[in-house]
Every structure is written in structure tokens, then in C-alpha cells.
């Protein structure tokens, strides 16, 4: 009779610790398939190689590959790229899976369960270690080298006392040239439409100027200009979108073109 009762309990506890065990593996199988993120600019694919994730980052300019660990609802990885290694992590909340990457938390949604990488070896790919690099002079010179010759257009419409009455917007040039000088340029307007056909409109001009060079800070890489007023400036950007040449953040719009700066 004891050894029966025995029994029973070590039954129900292999059933009780398969069962933890099934719903742990089931969370992790959450992380595969295929992720967007709200636009549509960019495509997570993650699929299980033994005990990690192997997967592609895909945007409009480039494809990178991705390897990444889970434990439950987070994740770690590693984006790996041509211009250096990015350490981001994940978490799933409520089927949506939310990536910090250098000190942006991006929302990507689940499109499908699927993924396109069945019989695709990655592990090639996974070059530089296992450590983010972003902190890298070497990445530094290599972004540097990208922005030189190169021009950042900002286009904003203001979203602040906007009705169908009042439109205003601004657009921004700001031209990173070869030799570390930069120039701003800058023409904002607003137009005030009367309710009997009148309308008021205006606009401002501004430019600056200074030095401009590729440092690294809390977040990562940054762009540090140097006004020639003495005020100085320091601006984290994405890699990511940086090479893809064109993002938007609310109400702002981005483009960079390599090449394009007006410099004289």
C-alpha cells in the first residue's frame, strides 16, 4: 500500500512539472513567426535553433540577421550587421512584442505564426562576438563616413492648435559636409484660413553653421554638432534607419541622402 501511494505522488508530480514544462516551451514558441511593426517598414522573422532564435531584420534597404535567447515573455539578442553589432531586448505584452533597441522601444505585431527561414542556416552570419559593439570607434568612423557628403531633410507639421482653419508646418536642411562643417537651414510657415474667404499666412528663415562629428553616449552612437554661437548639441540616431534613408516619429517626417549636401 505505501509504495502504491508512492507511486501516485510521483505520478502527479511528472504530470504536475510536464505540464510547467509544456507551458514554458509553449511561451517561448510565441517568439516565432513573423513580426511587423506598425508601418510596415520593417520585418522581424525569428524561428527555435535548440535553445535560441535565430531570425532576419528586414527593412526597405537592408537585411540583417538576428540570434537571441528567451526566458518566459523576455528576450536578449543581438542584431548583426556590416557596420557592427546592436544589442536590443524584447518582451511580449498581450501578443504584441515590444523591442528596445538604442533607447527606442519599437512595436511590432504578429502578421503570421509562419516564417520564410525554414532550412536557412544563419549561424555565418553571427560575426563580431556576442556583445553589441555600438560602442566601437571603429562603427564611429563607418557612420561618420556615411553622414559626410550628406544631407538631412526634417519636414514637421505642427499638431498644436491645428484645426481645418490653421495649418502650419516647417522643413529643416541640415547638410553634414566632407571636411566637418555643417550648415542649417530652416523655413517654417502657417496659413490662417478666414471663415469668409480671407486668409493670413507668414513664415521665418533661419540658417546656423558650426562642426559636427560622430560620438558615443549613453544611448549609443550620437551626432555632436558645434554651433558657431558656442552652443553645442548632441543627437542619438538609429543605424537602422539612418541606412534605410527615410523614418517618421509622430508628426515629423525624415530623409537623409547621402551625397546630397550643399556645401560650398
Not at 516565432?32 to 535553445?51: D, E, M, P, S
Amino acid at each position: 500500500m505505501k509504495d502504491s501511494f508512492q507511486f501516485s505522488i510521483a505520478i502527479h508530480l511528472f504530470i504536475i512539472v510536464g505540464s510547467l514544462s509544456a507551458n514554458l516551451y509553449s511561451q517561448n514558441l510565441d517568439f516565432t513567426g513573423t513580426f511587423k511593426t506598425q508601418n510596415n517598414a520593417i520585418t522581424l522573422q525569428l524561428k527555435r535553433v535548440g535553445n535560441e532564435l535565430h531570425g532576419t531584420l528586414q527593412t526597405k534597404e537592408a537585411l540583417f540577421a538576428v540570434k537571441a535567447t528567451n526566458k518566459n515573455q523576455d528576450l536578449q539578442g543581438i542584431v548583426y550587421s556590416d557596420y557592427g553589432n546592436y544589442s536590443f531586448k524584447a518582451t511580449l505584452v498581450e501578443k504584441k512584442l515590444l523591442v528596445s533597441f538604442q533607447g527606442n522601444t519599437y512595436h511590432y505585431h504578429r502578421v503570421s505564426e509562419e516564417h520564410q527561414l525554414e532550412g536557412v542556416d544563419l549561424t555565418s552570419y553571427f560575426k563580431g562576438g556576442d556583445q553589441g559593439e555600438q560602442q566601437s570607434s571603429y562603427n564611429n568612423s563607418v557612420y561618420a563616413e556615411h553622414i559626410s557628403g550628406g544631407q538631412l531633410v526634417v519636414y514637421e507639421r505642427t499638431s498644436i492648435l491645428i484645426s481645418d482653419d490653421v495649418r502650419a508646418s516647417s522643413i529643416t536642411y541640415v547638410n553634414f559636409c566632407p571636411y566637418g562643417k555643417f550648415t542649417i537651414s530652416s523655413d517654417s510657415g502657417f496659413t490662417v484660413h478666414g471663415d469668409r474667404g480671407g486668409n493670413a499666412s507668414g513664415a521665418s528663415y533661419g540658417s546656423n553653421f558650426g562642426t559636427w562629428k560622430v560620438i558615443n553616449n549613453h544611448n549609443g552612437a550620437a551626432v555632436q554638432l558645434n554651433f558657431a554661437n558656442g552652443r553645442q548639441g548632441v543627437y542619438p540616431f538609429n543605424p537602422q534607419y539612418l541606412y534605410a534613408g527615410r523614418w517618421r516619429k509622430g508628426n515629423t517626417q525624415y530623409a537623409f541622402a547621402k551625397g546630397k549636401a550643399s556645401c560650398n
